[in-house]
């Protein structure tokens, strides 16, 4: 469990620095330059999730189950899940009213991907990660949106169109096959 949790650390704190440390990300960036910035955040981030997903299957058998997901609950996370692959796309798509309407759609999107898993999963190591990125994102979200962010380019259908159909290609991909695939279950049965 120790390696999950340094590798949440890392990786979460890494993501959190425009939350408890804005001024000095800005300094690093002055002094170091964007892309220097960039290359530190990515290979630690890389190490994080590496770590993550190293103390996550280690500590799934160890520790057995803290509650047992309600049956009707759980079949929530196959609605929430592909709203939360929708929002992560519309944070990368044109200019569309779901981004606009959202604000942060990646971080939002986060948070709904953990409930459902939270909802999903009962096992201890589900709890660790999961609650641990639903808590990121549910903090990440209420900071970001006291800074501005700017809309890039006209806002139009076109954005949404495109992160619906990329959200929704991409969450039936990861619940028909992919999930099985990566992780070694199915969310279907």
């Known amino acids: 469990m120790a390696l999950l949790i340094f590798g949440l650390i890392l990786f979460l704190g890494l993501h ?3 939350i408890v440390a804005d001024g000095g990300r800005t300094a690093f960036v002055e002094r170091f330059g964007e892309m220097s910035y960039k ?3 990515s290979v630690l981030s ?3 999730i590496v770590l993550v997903s190293m103390g996550y299957q280690r500590a799934y058998g160890e520790y057995g189950f803290l509650y047992e997901p309600v049956a009707g609950l759980s079949h929530l996370a196959l609605i929430l899940v592909p709203i939360a692959f929708v929002l992560v796309a519309a944070a990368y798509a044109p200019a569309g009213h779901i981004k606009q309407a959202v604000k942060h759609p990646m971080v939002l999107g986060v948070a709904l991907w953990a409930l459902g898993h939270l909802l999903a999963n009962g096992m201890v190591a589900d709890v660790v990660l999961f609650g641990a990125f639903l808590a990121w994102a549910l903090a990440d979200y209420a900071s970001a949106l006291s800074r501005p962010l700017p809309v890039k380019g006209a806002v139009s259908a076109k954005g ?3 992160a619906l159909a990329i959200g929704l290609i991409m ?3 990861f619940i028909a096959f992919l999930h099985r695939y ?3 279950v199915s969310p279907v049965g």
Do not use: C, E, T
Request: glycine share 22%; net charge neutral.
């Open 160 to 162: 949404d169109i495109a």
């Open 171 to 173: 969450a039936g991909l």
């Open 39 to 41: 290359g530190v955040y």
């Open 182 to 184: 990566l992780f070694g």
């Open 46 to 48: 890389l190490i994080g």
């Open 16 to 18: 959190s620095v425009r």
